[in-house]
């Protein structure tokens, strides 16, 4: 789905923090980050992902990432644990930037409450989801 210029896969859920997640067939849930949250940053710079096994709980900062203008922390999608980091972005961040849906993941997630906290996220194709992404573009002048 298109909003503005940016795509918005519709098999996956997206936070206020402009996070994906995708939910794939082995339980598995997958995080990255959008299109329009790549272009906000700017080129990201570094990465710093988090250690296989590491316990995160949704909405809290678990991973630190670098651009050109932003060094911040971004927060898990869903509660679980770490079953595995995208080491090649430590090598290419850039793949963020490139291919943000594709190469471009950040972690893959087991959950540990899934159904409950995807209740805390938007699809696509929600009318809450094209106001809140209208506001955001306003507001960063896209």
């Given amino acids: 789905m298109k909003i ?4 918005f896969p519709e098999d996956r859920y997206y936070d206020r923090d402009h996070n994906w ?9 997958v995080q990255g980050l959008s299109d329009f949250a790549q272009d906000i940053a700017g080129e ?6 988090p250690r296989q096994g590491r316990d995160l709980e949704q909405g809290k900062p678990f ?3 670098e ?3 932003w060094v911040g922390r971004i927060k898990a999608v869903v509660s679980g644990k770490v079953e595995a980091s995208n ?4 090598e290419n961040s850039a793949l963020i930037n ?8 950040l972690v893959k997630i087991r959950p540990s ?7 805390n996220l938007m699809k696509p194709t929600s009318p809450e989801f094209a106001e809140f992404m209208k506001a955001e573009m306003a507001k960063y002048g896209k």
């Fill in 87 to 90: 080491a090649e972005l430590e």
């Fill in 21 to 29: 997640a995708l939910v794939q067939a082995d339980g598995l849930v």
């Fill in 67 to 69: 651009s050109g203008k």
């Fill in 44 to 49: 990201i710079l570094y990465t710093e992902p």
């Fill in 4 to 7: 503005g210029k940016y795509e």
């Fill in 98 to 105: 490139k291919d943000p849906y594709g190469n471009g993941w």
């Fill in 113 to 119: 409450n899934l159904e409950a906290e995807l209740a």
């Fill in 63 to 65: 991973m630190s990432m």
